[in-house]
C-alpha cells in the first residue's frame, strides 16, 4: 500500500467553512441515529468521505450534532484514494483539516488490482469492500472504534432490488452493524434521507463536491446504475414509491426496532 500523496489540485480548493444543515435533515439523521443506537457516550468517529456530495454533506451534519448533541463524540475523516485517471480527491487534506477535525489520506491502486484479481464481481463491490478494508484498519491503527459511512435511502433502495432480482435473496444495506471481529460498528445516519436532499443542500452550501466521484465507475457498466434509472422512473407515476420501500425493507435494516421517520 503506498501512502504518498499526488500534487494538490488548485482547481478544486474551497475554503473551509462549517456550513448548517437544513432542519429536516438534521432531524433524519439524528432519528436514525436515535432509532438504532449508532451514536453512544465517548465513542471515537471515523468519517468516510470520497468527495461526494452524500460524504460532504454528512461531514457538516455530523460537526453540527457534535456541538448541539447532549452525547458527546469525537469526529474525524478518512479518504481512500482508489488512483483512478480523473479522480483527484488530495484538495479534501486541507478543506477538512480547515474544518477543525483530524484527517487521514491512503491511497491504493484499486482499480489495478481489480483487474488483475477480481472474479465473478462488479467493480463497484469489489472496489467497496477494498475501501472498507482500509478504512477498518485506520479506524483500528487511530483508535476509532465507529466507522461512518454515507449512503442514504436511495441507496439502500438499489442494493434492495439488486439483491432481490439477482441474488433471489431479500436484503439490503445495515443502517448500523458490528464487524464480525466484534471491535468496530458501522453506522449510516442518512438512511432515512433522500438523495436529493443531499444534492440540493450540498449545492445551496456550495461544498467541495467532486462531481464524477470515481470516474470508472461510469465508464464500467453498473446493476446499480440500471435500478436507479427504474427507481426514477417508478416514482414519477407513485410518489409515495420510497416510503413503501422503506417499510419492506425496515426488516432488513437491523435489530433495533426502530417508529417511522418524521418530517421526511
Not at 476509532?144 to 439488486?162: K, R, T
Amino acid at each position: 500500500m503506498v501512502f504518498t500523496a499526488p500534487t494538490p489540485n488548485p482547481a478544486s480548493a474551497a475554503r473551509p467553512i462549517r456550513h448548517k444543515p437544513p432542519k429536516p435533515l438534521l432531524r433524519l439523521a439524528g432519528q436514525a441515529i436515535a432509532d438504532y443506537q449508532m451514536i453512544r457516550p465517548g465513542d471515537r468517529l471515523l468519517l468516510a468521505v470520497s468527495g461526494g456530495k452524500d460524504s460532504l454533506s454528512l461531514l457538516q451534519v455530523l460537526l453540527t450534532l457534535q456541538i448541539k448533541s447532549p452525547v458527546k463524540f469525537d469526529l474525524a475523516a478518512a479518504t481512500v484514494d482508489p488512483c483512478i485517471d480523473g479522480y483527484d480527491p488530495y484538495y479534501l487534506n486541507d478543506y477538512i483539516k480547515g474544518l477543525g477535525i483530524p484527517y487521514y489520506y491512503r491511497r491504493q491502486a484499486v482499480v489495478a488490482r481489480a483487474l488483475k484479481t477480481m472474479r465473478g464481481d462488479s467493480f463497484c463491490a469489489y472496489c467497496a469492500r477494498t475501501r472498507r478494508g482500509i478504512l477498518y484498519d485506520i479506524c483500528r491503527t487511530e483508535g476509532y472504534n465507529v466507522l461512518v459511512m454515507g449512503q442514504h435511502l436511495d441507496d439502500l433502495a438499489e442494493s434492495f432490488l439488486m439483491r432481490a432480482f439477482h441474488n433471489g435473496r431479500l436484503d439490503t444495506m445495515k443502517a448500523a452493524y458490528t464487524v464480525d471481529a466484534g471491535d468496530l460498528r458501522v453506522i449510516r445516519p442518512f438512511v432515512y434521507a433522500r438523495e436529493r436532499q443531499l444534492r440540493d443542500f450540498a449545492e445551496r452550501a456550495e461544498l467541495p463536491v467532486t462531481q464524477d466521484n470515481c470516474p470508472a465507475c461510469f465508464r464500467i457498466p453498473t446493476q446499480r446504475l440500471a435500478m436507479k434509472q427504474l427507481l426514477a422512473a417508478q416514482e414519477k407515476d407513485h410518489p409515495r414509491l420510497f416510503d413503501s420501500l422503506l417499510a419492506a425493507m425496515r426488516p432488513l435494516m437491523g435489530e433495533v426496532p426502530a417508529p417511522w421517520p418524521r418530517d421526511r
